[in-house]
């Protein structure tokens, strides 16, 4: 755990003495499918966030109350028995649009009980609360919405419980905050546990913030120049949330990985990324966009209408491409500086009725 002493604030400005936190989501600039197989790929923070509050409750219980989804639920944790059951429930017992919340509090309270003082107990560890979360972006459309949800919901667990600890058992030297490669870390263990085979893109992104680049399912800070950092900076994305997806990632990287042609595409793909990582041009970025669009289309995960949005992209901003798993979902737009130009793209964005258009940069993590 990072050193730096638990400060335990509560920040919510009203009466109801929660805490509050949030999270950004995500997209992959480049190189989203050829990842799962080890290749590269460039993912960035984008600040469309997760907000969520925590706070402490009377009777023995954790509530969960999802708002976007319209979902509540309730784990008893009176005894230690129930609270041991919790601990080791198997994940995929659950419904599943809770399942990553519940995951997350699953996993931040055994990560939590390991790394905490031997002598402190179960029972004391584990305080009643109420978690609710919200959505800035809408969910399953490939914007990391489950990572965000799932790291907001480990700020806000471990930060409860941790200014219990210390309420309750001062003066204790061994409780500290979480950092963000331990937050990541558990948000990983939450993918893999509910979908096997998951890369690292989703979860490291939300939690380490900025952009990233993401190599044999690992990622070195070190990798990506400063030049190339500040660059990106200056970019502005338009994000379209393009239709909903007939094929859910599972399913997708599934279809990719049976694809005879893919280690050929998936080379390409890294070509396109080594180019990238010298550039400094933003025509010349937004090109390189249309040829990672075309590349994944080799791959059947295009879709028509995601292939007019790309037009359109190419048309009124400096290029485009779709972000995430494909099959529907989102695409990316990168704009110029031209607001008239935006106004035009937005205009016929509309026209052909997408599901929603969001506008955003890169999100550091403070
Ligand atoms: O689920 P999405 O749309 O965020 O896509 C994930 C990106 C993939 O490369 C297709 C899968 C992965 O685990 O990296």
Known sequence: MK???????HDCNSDCNC???QSPSKIILFGEHAVVDGYPAISMAIDLKTHGTIKKLESKKIKVNLEDLNEEIEINIETEEEIRNFLSLDINTIDKNVKYVVCAIKNTLNYLNENTNPDVNINDLIVPFELTLHSETPVSCGLGSSAS???TTIKLVSKLLGSELLVRLLPSEDFTSLSNLEMAEIAYSVEKEIQGRASITDTYTVSMGGILEITNNEYDPNNLNNKFVEFIKT???????VEERSRKT???VQEVGNNSKKDEIFSKIGEIILKLKTCNDKVEFGNLMVQNHNLLKELNISTEKIDQVIELGSKYGLGAKLTGAGGGGCAIILLDDDSLHKKELIDNLKKISVKGIFECKMYLES
């Open 3 to 9: 050193n730096n002493d638990f400060n335990g604030n």
């Open 19 to 21: 805490i509050l936190e």
């Open 149 to 151: 949800a799932v790291l």
């Open 235 to 241: 970019c502005n994305f338009l994000i379209v949330y």
């Open 250 to 252: 599972a399913e997708l």
